[in-house]
């Protein structure tokens, strides 16, 4: 059985480990032009056009995801509710993942 933080470490913690996640810019922009490059190249060997849907789809994810990252990087502070921030990434990353495993379907 896990021993449960003192509150105030816990939100150190909790805030760290949010931190920690929007630190990670280099893994959003590959993942984002990966997912773009190898729609576009299947759409250049095969002309479908669901696969320049992908590549849209893929890039405007990538555009939201990475505003998400400027704004917390310029207005993150402690007054801002944690919560939110961490909503808005795990709803950036379910989007990327969305897109591609629909366009693996």
């Given amino acids: ?16 480990l949010i931190v920690d996640l ?3 810019r280099n893994v ?11 729609s576009l190249l299947a759409f250049l060997r095969t002309r479908q056009v669901p696969f320049l ?13 990475m505003s998400i990252y400027w704004r917390f990087n310029r207005l993150a ?6 919560r939110s921030w961490r909503l808005r990434f795990a709803i950036g990353t379910w989007l990327n993942a969305a897109c591609t ?3 693996a379907a």
Avoid at 77 to 82: A, H, N, T, V
């Fill in 1 to 16: 059985m896990y021993r449960k933080l003192p509150e105030p470490l816990r939100a150190n913690v909790e805030r760290q």
């Fill in 22 to 24: 929007f630190q990670q």
């Fill in 28 to 38: 959003i922009l590959v993942g984002g032009i990966a997912s773009a490059g190898v």
């Fill in 53 to 65: 849907l992908w590549m849209l789809c893929a890039l405007v994810i990538l555009g939201l995801r």
């Fill in 77 to 82: 502070d402690d007054s801002k509710p944690l």
């Fill in 101 to 103: 495993g629909g366009a």
